[in-house]
Every structure is written in C-alpha cells, then in structure tokens.
C-alpha cells in the first residue's frame, strides 16, 4: 500500500497541536523557537499520531487517535446489507495496522468492512465523546 506517511503532534502541557515541530531520526521533536532550537523528549512532553492513509466520508484525513463514527453492515453480506450498526470508537495502531472497535470485543481494520466512517472529534479535545 503506498500511502503519504504523515504526522500530527499534540503538546501535553499547552494542551494544543503544534505545527512547528520535526520528528529527529532518534525519535526527538526538534522546535524552531525565535531562531533556537529546543529538542523535547517526545514521549514526556508530546504525543505523535500517525495519518491512517484514509479520509472519511467529508474527506478529512483520519489519524490514530481520532473519534470516528462507523457505520457496519449487519449481517455477512456488506454489498446487501439491509441494516447497518453504528459504533463510536477511537482509531487506534494495533496488529500492524489502524483499527476501530466494532463492539462486543472485536477490532476492525480501518477501511476493510466499515461502509461509511465519520470524525467526530478526537480523545484530546473531545474525551467526553467515549462516555457512554
């Protein structure tokens, strides 16, 4: 699968994206302050999030960690499926790919059986989207 591999990058302590930041090759965000550069320790200071390669249904790019709205073919048949289920989950990185839960325990892969997906929000800015 070819795919643009691309980033996005939420700031722990400002509670914010940043757009200013570069990923090092030993895995440092590198930031352009006023000329000076600063590294941070990715993982105390920043979570990294990973485009999914996908969009959804109005087009915007999906990334980990985003709230998605998924609705799923009941039944065996997705092509003839007279009833669909809707499901909120979080696009997470796991078994080697980008996966949704789909309810009672189970994991689909983003993209293979969902007919229409939806971001809704995201668990940074929108947690209070997961509680049921």
Same mark, same amino acid.
């Given at each position: 699968?070819?795919?643009?591999?691309?980033?996005?990058?939420?700031?722990?302590?400002?509670?914010?994206?940043e757009?200013?930041?570069?990923?090092? *090759?030993? /895995? +440092?965000? +590198?930031? +352009?302050?006023? /000329?000076? /550069?600063?590294? +941070?320790?990715?993982?105390?200071? *920043?979570?990294?999030?990973?485009? =999914?390669?996908? %969009?959804?249904?109005?087009?915007? $790019?999906?990334? $980990?960690?985003?709230?998605?709205? #998924?609705?799923?073919?009941?039944?065996?048949?997705? *092509?003839? #499926?007279? =009833?669909?289920?809707?499901?909120?989950?979080?696009?997470?990185? =796991?078994?080697?790919?980008?996966t949704?839960?789909? /309810? $009672?325990?189970?994991?689909?892969?983003?993209? @293979? =059986?969902?007919?229409?997906?939806?971001?809704?929000?995201?668990?940074? @800015?929108?947690? $209070?989207?997961? %509680?049921?």
């Amino acid at each position: 699968m070819n795919r643009e591999i691309k980033f996005r990058v939420w700031c722990k302590d400002y509670k914010r994206w940043e757009n200013q930041l570069m990923l090092s *090759h030993n /895995g +440092y965000l +590198y930031d +352009y302050d006023l /000329g000076r /550069g600063r590294l +941070y320790n990715s993982s105390k200071t *920043h979570i990294i999030q990973q485009f =999914t390669g996908l %969009k959804d249904k109005n087009d915007k $790019e999906i990334y $980990e960690g985003d709230i998605v709205t #998924a609705l799923i073919p009941h039944g065996n048949n997705i *092509h003839r #499926a007279k =009833t669909y289920d809707v499901f909120i989950s979080v696009v997470n990185f =796991t078994h080697g790919g980008f996966t949704i839960d789909v /309810g $009672e325990e189970f994991e689909s892969f983003l993209g @293979e =059986t969902s007919v229409e997906i939806k971001i809704i929000g995201n668990i940074f @800015e929108n947690p $209070e989207l997961l %509680k049921k």
